[in-house]
């Protein structure tokens, strides 16, 4: 199943969901500020190593919170930025964030499980290869999301227990 451990290398692409991976989940709520954001433990340190290894790192998050009114694209954007100054100041990065702000209910949305985010990132940085692509998530849906875009996948909780402890599995 990670037959891929020894092959990853800058030509390889990681994606990413936030809450519950980077940050933790907020319990029938959303992180509608930065004063409700808190990274999990390990993830800065996982995003330091992971910076060495892979070529592109992203962010792929659904944000319904947006849709249902209860935050703006904008508080979003703070929260973004909040995130990536830290990250950044732990050596890590990341090269993109796609966030869906859409309700399940809305047609044609870009909601995960869709594929939607990984083709706007593969537009935005063309050299993505998603046989080269790793998709960590949390959940059901972001697992789908990676196998619908032929990625390998890892969920948070079954392999790994967390983003960390893939990073330490890489080294």
Same mark, same amino acid.
Request: hydrophobic share 45%.
């Given at each position: 199943m990670m037959d891929f451990k020894g092959k990853i290398? &800058? +030509?390889?692409?990681? %994606?990413?969901?936030?809450d519950g991976v980077i940050n933790v989940r907020l319990v029938d709520d959303y992180v509608k500020k930065i004063e409700e954001f808190e990274f999990l433990p390990g993830v800065l !340190?996982?995003?330091?190593? %992971? +910076?060495? &290894?892979?070529?592109r790192i992203i962010i792929v998050t659904n944000q319904?919170?947006?849709? &249902?009114?209860? $935050?703006?694209?904008?508080?979003?954007d703070a929260v973004h930025d909040f995130m990536n100054k830290e990250i950044e100041s732990k050596k890590g990065r *990341? !090269?993109? *964030?796609y966030v869906c702000p859409q309700l399940k209910s809305d047609p044609d949305n870009f909601r995960k499980p869709s594929p939607? $985010?990984?083709?706007?990132?593969?537009h935005d940085f063309p050299e993505i290869d998603f046989e080269k692509s790793i998709m960590i998530g949390d959940s059901n849906s972001d697992i789908e999301f990676g196998k619908?875009?032929?990625?390998?996948?890892?969920? *948070?909780?079954?392999? %790994?227990?967390s983003l960390l402890q893939f990073a330490q599995y890489l080294k």
């Open positions: 290398d &800058k +030509s390889w692409t990681l %994606f990413l969901d936030r !340190d996982a995003l330091n190593i %992971f +910076s060495e &290894k892979f070529g319904q919170g947006v849709g &249902k009114g209860l $935050m703006t694209l904008e508080d979003v *990341i !090269d993109a *964030i939607k $985010m990984a083709y706007m990132a593969q619908n875009a032929g990625m390998y996948t890892i969920l *948070i909780g079954d392999e %790994f227990d």
